[in-house]
């Protein structure tokens, strides 16, 4: 909590908050309500913004997490005047504090990130969240992230609507020199692979079975590819209309568990090998697991706030959250790692006995 408000603080200097907040008729300050908000992510007995009000009654709440008692009314109308993009700040400042301790320096050259989105189910009564209507309307809102490959950590988020397109989203975050690793759904849209290109981005995008392809020049394999499961590689045209293609790009054949994997890139073998290109797509995953830890794990699917602001903030929250998990127990901590953590924050485990259950965790982690 203490490093969240230093970072709360650093970032106000770049977003200044909005008058309101000034006001001396105002009691909830900005800080402790963001605080407050951090506080029932993390903690078991909190599900609701009422059981979150009324735990803020209590004295220890008070010192160390918000001043005074905190209404309702007071909770509710906050989320219209706070301003997302200051968490954003937070989350990119704690963000570049995280680093992998094992590194495969290959990969570090660019700066590889995996690209996907999640849905969350909302409420009925969110009428912004729009989804899709199938015998009735469906709410839902979708988190669109890029997830850093090595550091195994989210860089870049954006929170829309449940039916928001996750292509149109993702050309929102480039950012030129940027390297993605994408799904099938990315590899629809061949115009969108210039455009990376023509963007100084680089990509790692899988394509789907029925691609038309036309083989230009086959490329020869490694050992080390061979390894790595690829079949073959070569420099192709996609698009079967003069209106859809592209400049030429090399595709990998990659055997997969179960299907054959077509891997596009626009480098050259020089710059990227095939046997990269294999395991930057099978790192993919890890945006997977991430979506199932901060649902699952940290639990957060339960909704504080209901205003698009107000989600904005939480998403936020629970993605700082993670950072600070992960910032302090360098992994972002497992169920029973995360429950130990809870138990700690309840009273009923000591530090050593927190220090040892993520010892033994991470030997167990290590081991598999």
Not at 285 to 303: A, S, T
């Amino acid at each position: 909590m203490d490093e969240f408000r230093q970072r709360l603080t650093q970032a106000e200097e770049k977003h200044p908050l909005a008058k309101t907040f000034s006001d001396p008729r105002r009691q909830l300050a900005h800080s402790d309500y963001l605080s407050l908000f951090l506080f029932g992510l993390l903690n078991p007995c909190v599900r609701t913004m009422r059981s979150l009000c009324s735990a803020s009654e209590f004295e220890r709440v008070q010192q160390e997490v918000c001043q005074r008692p905190v209404s309702l009314g007071s909770f509710s109308e906050t989320q219209a005047v706070s301003d997302p993009a200051l968490l954003e700040e937070v989350f990119e400042s704690l963000g570049q504090q995280v680093r992998a301790k094992e590194e495969d320096q290959r990969l570090r050259i660019k700066n590889w990130m995996i690209q996907d989105s999640s849905l969350w189910e909302a409420l009925p009564r969110m009428h912004w969240a729009m989804w899709r209507t199938q015998k009735k309307q469906q709410q839902a809102l979708r988190l669109h992230l890029s997830l850093h490959v090595l550091d195994d950590k989210p860089v870049r988020a954006l929170i829309t609507e449940g039916r928001h397109c996750e292509r149109a989203a993702w050309r929102q975050q480039w950012e030129k020199g940027d390297a993605y690793v994408g799904d099938r759904y990315f590899g629809e849209d061949y115009g969108l692979l210039e455009e990376l290109r023509q963007k100084e981005c680089f990509y790692v995008i899988r394509l789907r079975e029925k691609a038309s392809i036309t083989v230009i020049k086959e490329l020869p394999l490694t050992k080390a590819d061979s390894d790595a499961g690829v079949m073959k590689q070569a420099w192709v045209r996609l698009g079967c209309r003069p209106r859809y293609r592209i400049p030429p790009v090399r595709v990998v054949w990659v055997q997969g568990p179960e299907e054959v994997l077509l891997l596009v890139t626009h480098q050259s073998v020089q710059e990227i090998s095939a046997e990269l290109v294999a395991l930057l797509y099978k790192r993919r995953w890890q945006v997977e697991l991430f979506f199932r830890w901060i649902k699952c794990i940290l639990g957060n699917r339960h909704w504080l706030a209901e205003s698009k602001n107000g989600v904005a903030i939480q998403i936020y929250l629970a993605l700082i959250a993670a950072l600070l998990l992960q910032l302090r127990n360098g992994k972002r901590p497992t169920k029973r790692t995360m429950e130990a953590i809870q138990f700690y924050l309840l009273g009923w485990v000591t530090p050593e006995e927190l220090q040892r259950v993520i010892i033994r965790q991470e030997t167990r982690r290590k081991k598999s």
